[in-house]
């Protein structure tokens, strides 16, 4: 069964660094999205992308993140100079175009710690 | 924007069934999900509903009744690995389609 790939699993940084996340969307999807859980919180919408351009994004992606497809097949997520509320569970998820049935993939997520 | 509310904590016994509500407020509303997911787990996709009415898979069924803005989820002979988050998320067409999840209901089966 074809899976979302995200990359690294688990990430520690220092509070100001830059950190970019990766994700590898299914290969014919075209919508990608990314999520954050803080612990014991809701999952958070984030941004979703489309035709190489932000569609939507929330109030919680500010200046700070950016995402980007560098290539036909990553999907990246850029935290720009991260602070400790930053830490989180952070999923990326996709979708074919013109099929709800089965709802998004998602990745297994990379765990961001900011210390 | 939306509101999506579900009950936060739940507890059946295994063998049991259960139901978990969903109530939501959306301008734009184009589908319902339902997702399952584990403690350090990604959700994974349980269900989906668009038009009124129940949709039954296996053991799981989702009903949605959109003039009430309200969805369940029935879970039946309930197992130990059912334990788990329950999130319901609603597409929204005013926001581009895209689906916002509930704060989960946590479900916790016991012998």
């Known amino acids: 069964e074809p899976e979302v790939t995200q990359t690294p699993s688990h990430q520690v940084t220092q509070m100001g660094q830059e950190v970019i996340l990766r994700c590898v969307p299914i290969?014919?999807?075209?919508?990608f999205y990314w999520y954050r859980q803080i612990l014991g919180q809701k999952v958070e919408f984030l941004v979703s992308?489309?035709?190489?351009?932000?569609?939507?994004k929330s109030e919680i992606f500010d200046d700070q993140f950016s995402v980007e497809r560098p290539d036909g097949s990553n999907f990246t997520l850029k935290i720009r100079s991260t602070k400790l509320e930053d830490s989180a569970m952070y999923f990326c998820?996709?979708?074919?175009?013109?099929?709800?049935?089965?709802?998004?993939?998602f990745g297994s997520g990379t765990r961001l710690t900011v210390v | 924007g939306q509101n999506i509310d579900q009950p936060t904590e739940m507890t059946a016994t295994e063998g049991a069934i259960v139901q978990i509500n969903c109530t939501y407020q959306?301008?734009?509303?184009?589908?319902l999900f339902w997702y399952q997911q584990h403690a350090g787990e990604a959700p994974t996709f349980l269900s989906y509903?668009?038009?009124?009415g129940l949709e039954e898979k296996g053991r799981f069924s989702s009903f949605l009744s959109r003039s009430k803005g309200y969805s369940y989820l029935l879970l039946k002979e309930l197992q130990m690995k059912d334990s788990a988050s329950y999130l319901c998320?609603?597409?929204?067409?005013?926001?581009?389609?895209?689906?916002?999840f509930g704060a989960g209901t946590r479900l916790t089966v016991k012998p």
């Open positions: 959306t301008s734009g509303f184009n589908g």
């Open positions: 998320a609603v597409r929204d067409w005013n926001n581009n389609n895209d689906m916002r």
């Open positions: 509903n668009v038009l009124d």
């Open positions: 998820a996709s979708r074919p175009v013109g099929t709800d049935l089965w709802g998004y993939t």
């Open positions: 290969s014919n999807h075209l919508y």
């Open positions: 992308f489309y035709n190489n351009e932000i569609s939507e």
